[in-house]
């Protein structure tokens, strides 16, 4: 979620910016020294975008196959996941150029705010926290309602799992030591 937010703001204020200065592209503009700051603030953007992007959005197809499949869809979830990641990639890089004709340079990024927005929004509700959760606790999170998954499905499986959770920190590793001894 962090990756996405941060994604958002990036490109919300490269939309903003590209509004409020839409000259800002034209080679030999004249512009003000506040024109200029806000243009370099629009770099800038650019790579907390992609930041953003490596944080959320890119990695994210890689923790639900590794996280919330079970083992026998792995194979296959990763296979769509992936297949769907690229050709994702593909048709953005297709349709941005005309998207930046057709809808302008911020009205593009207005709209991929706007996409950026629901997906976090649809994280926010679908996806769960899972970290120190057993099979079983994972298994009771997915029977919960939808909309309440992501935001209470941690909470509301507490102690239905996880050694962590069930016997405390301390208790948790030395069962792990004693596994390795065996």
């Keep these: 979620m962090t990756g996405i937010t941060l994604q958002f703001v990036a490109m919300l204020y490269m939309a903003i910016f590209l509004v409020v200065d839409p000259q800002a592209g034209e080679e030999g503009a004249p512009q003000s020294q506040s024109q200029k700051d806000a243009a370099k603030g629009a770099i800038v953007m650019i790579y907390i975008s992609g930041f953003g992007w ?19 869809l ?20 297709k349709a941005v150029p ?7 340079y911020g009205g593009t990024m207005f709209f ?13 509700f679908a996806i769960p926290e899972l970290a120190g959760k057993s099979l079983e606790a994972i298994d009771a999170v997915f ?10 499905g941690k909470e509301l499986t507490k102690d239905q799992g996880g050694a962590v959770e069930n016997f405390g920190q301390e208790k948790a590793v030395e069962s792990v030591h004693q596994v390795e001894n065996v």
């Design 54 to 72: 490596a944080m959320g959005w890119n990695s994210i197809q890689y923790l639900i196959n590794s996280e919330i499949y079970p083992l026998r």
């Design 74 to 93: 792995r194979a296959i979830g990763g296979s769509i996941a992936m297949t769907f990641h690229f050709a994702n990639q593909f048709g953005n890089s």
């Design 98 to 104: 005309s998207m930046f004709i057709t809808m302008t």
């Design 112 to 124: 991929f705010s706007i996409v950026t927005f629901i997906g976090l929004v649809w994280v926010w």
């Design 143 to 152: 029977e919960l309602p939808w909309y309440l998954i992501g935001r209470k």
